[in-house]
Nanobody, 126 residues
Framework: QVYLVESGGGLVQAGGTLRLSCTAS????????MGWFRQAPGKEREFVAA????????YYEDSVKGRFTISRDNDNRKVILQMNSLKPEDTAVYYC???????????????????WGQGTQVTVSS
């Protein structure tokens, strides 16, 4: 059984920071591209960031570039999303996802991902 467990969400003021963590179990972690997606009320789930198996390639949604940083620790089966300069429009449920890929491939669309966490709420107040 594959589990992806997110943590680190919460309530923060605009301009603040949060660090999301996702711990994986039940899969060979370094065989998977890892991604973060988010879904705000009434909106579709959208891509935020993704990182290749070795961590070499990283991709970001345009609105978070320069503010969010994705990283991974393959030894401890974790993927991290460091979120700085948060804005009210970043408010959403954030999901960790795993995509079985070859080497440096990184997908940015949700249907490509095989496994999902339950999500963690991020709320940014103005």
């Amino acid at each position: 059984q594959v589990y992806l467990v997110e943590s680190g969400g919460g309530l923060v003021q605009a301009g603040g920071t949060l660090r999301l963590s996702c711990t994986a179990s039940g899969l060979t972690f370094n065989h998977y591209t890892m991604g973060w997606f988010r879904q705000a009320p009434g909106k579709e789930r959208e891509f935020v960031a993704a990182i290749s198996r070795s961590g070499t390639n990283k991709y970001y949604e345009d609105s978070v570039k320069g503010r969010f940083t994705i990283s991974r620790d393959n030894d401890n089966r974790k993927v991290i999303l460091q979120m700085n300069s948060l804005k009210p429009e970043d408010t959403a449920v954030y999901y960790c996802a795993a995509d079985r890929t070859i080497m440096t491939v990184v997908h940015t669309t949700a249907p490509e991902y095989d496994y999902w966490g339950q999500g963690t709420q991020v709320t940014v107040s103005s």
